[in-house]
């Protein structure tokens, strides 16, 4: 029987084999290795020009022969055969790659792991934040649904607009879209969404949707600023289905620029805030830790509000997402725009111990994977401005924005009539401190 190799243990096994074979006689100071989307492991060689050389090019000798070979050993069936083991790319597409990847050092050579995925999105990805003279943006995820994110979104889009704001709100939970149809009168809804655009990319005609995508609520005429909807899907969604299997791919090199999904995506969000010129956007997210939720966490350049209840299912689920964010090395790219909600905190006797409680299981999980470790034995001189907070510290990433449960909420049958005395005392501390989170901001 072949001895079973798990996904888990593939880099490991790979860095073995290196360990076995040495480096002093590879010539490279970088080695790059993929794991593809079966999980099987290659070998990444630059090359200079776009056209890749035949694998016939590579020379199995040597070093390189007992280093594949070694591979091949300990991997099984997730390795390829030695003369199959190579695949050339050009210098410039492993410099993509880089915020991918996991490195480690042996001797004097870097080892690189890069994994595939298929929508080209990854948790990884950490884009930068620096957007001066450009919208805020803030992306409300949740690791699972019923967390009321949409009502979140809705009331978040009222209360800006109440202050003068004008809000773009871009419904992307494409697989269970909320604020399509609960925001937007059936008068009032583009003849486009956010789907139809993706779709209409593919083939060069993007610009001719993206004028007719952005709906406008009836109910905003009341207040002092603006609302801005982007549905997922149109007036008309037509074959939506057909056409959301076609959403999340990258544009083929024979059509416009060739571009993976994450960076449609912005260019989406660019586009959009060029033509409406909106001071804040606001992004319902797809829950859940596939890929395809990362793209709106960690490519787009927004602050995240990471909604969760106080259960076992929650906290466990984002401790997966903090872990992989550690084990990548990218903590200190992501941790500074997050900020945890607390939602559906009870509105009793028991909401004290509840937020505690809560709290403290928050703490928890920052301290242990986001939060610098702070050795009081160590001189301050090298300890310059730690990311680390203590359980008690108000306005910490783990100090959570509560909302609270409230029935008047629970039994709407749209978003377009929220009740004002229901979402006052559901809200009134989550609007309070995120009016806090906007000026520090902005500030920053």
Do not use: C
């Not at 594949?68 to 099984?76: D, F, N, Q, S, W």
């Not at 005429?221 to 074959?239: C, K, R």
Request: cysteine-free; charged content about 25%.
């Amino acid at each position: 029987m072949t001895k079973l190799v798990r996904f888990d243990d593939v880099w490991s096994l790979v860095l073995e084999a290196i360990h076995e074979t040495g480096t002093k006689h590879l010539a490279d100071k970088e080695l790059w290795f993929v794991r593809d989307l079966v999980g099987r492991v290659r070998m990444l060689i630059p090359v200079d020009d776009e056209e890749p050389a035949a694998e016939d090019d590579f020379a199995l000798q040597g070093p390189w022969s007992q280093l594949t070979e070694a591979i091949a050993r300990r991997l099984g069936s997730r390795a390829y055969e030695p003369s199959q083991s190579f695949l050339a790319v050009p210098r410039a597409q492993l410099e993509d790659l880089q915020r991918y990847s996991i490195r480690h050092t042996i001797d004097d050579v870097s080892i690189v792991f890069v994994d595939r995925l298929v929508t080209g999105g990854e948790w990884t990805a950490v884009s930068e934040t620096s957007r001066p003279g450009r919208p805020l943006r803030f992306t409300l995820f949740s690791i699972k649904g019923g967390v009321g994110r949409s009502t979140t979104a809705a009331v978040l889009a009222s209360h800006l607009a109440l202050q003068g704001s004008r809000v773009l709100l871009i419904d992307l939970d494409l697989e269970s879209p909320g604020l399509s149809s609960s925001l937007l009168e059936p008068d009032r809804h583009p003849r486009y969404g956010v789907v139809d655009w993706f779709v209409e990319d593919l083939v060069g005609q993007g610009k001719e949707v993206l004028p007719q995508i952005v709906g406008r609520p009836s109910w905003h005429q009341t207040l002092f600023g603006d609302v801005l909807v982007v549905p997922a899907y149109g007036s008309d969604w037509g074959e939506y289905l057909a056409k959301l299997g076609r959403v999340y791919m990258s544009t083929p090199s024979a059509g416009a620029a060739d571009m993976s999904w994450p960076r449609r995506l912005g260019r989406l969000l660019d586009s959009l805030e060029e033509q409406e010129k909106p001071d804040v956007v606001l992004i319902d997210s797809r829950n859940g830790l596939h890929d395809l939720a990362a793209v709106t966490v960690t490519a787009i350049d927004a602050h995240v509000l990471l909604f969760a209840l106080d259960s076992d299912a929650m906290w466990n689920g984002y401790r997966v997402l903090f872990e992989h964010w550690r084990r990548y090395n990218v903590v200190t790219r992501i941790r500074e725009r997050l900020s945890l909600v607390a939602a559906y905190v009870p509105a009793d006797a028991g909401e004290h111990e509840y937020l505690n409680r809560y709290r403290g299981r928050a703490w928890d999980l920052f301290r242990d994977n986001l939060y610098d470790e702070v050795s009081p034995q160590v001189s301050d001189v090298f300890q310059q401005d730690p990311f680390s907070f203590a359980l008690t510290d108000e306005g910490a990433p783990h100090d959570p924005l509560p909302i609270y449960w409230h029935e008047g909420l629970q039994r709407l049958p749209s978003l377009r009539e929220l009740p004002e005395t229901a979402v006052t005392l559901a809200y009134k501390r989550f609007l309070d401190r995120f009016d806090d989170l906007m000026r520090s901001l902005r500030e920053a």
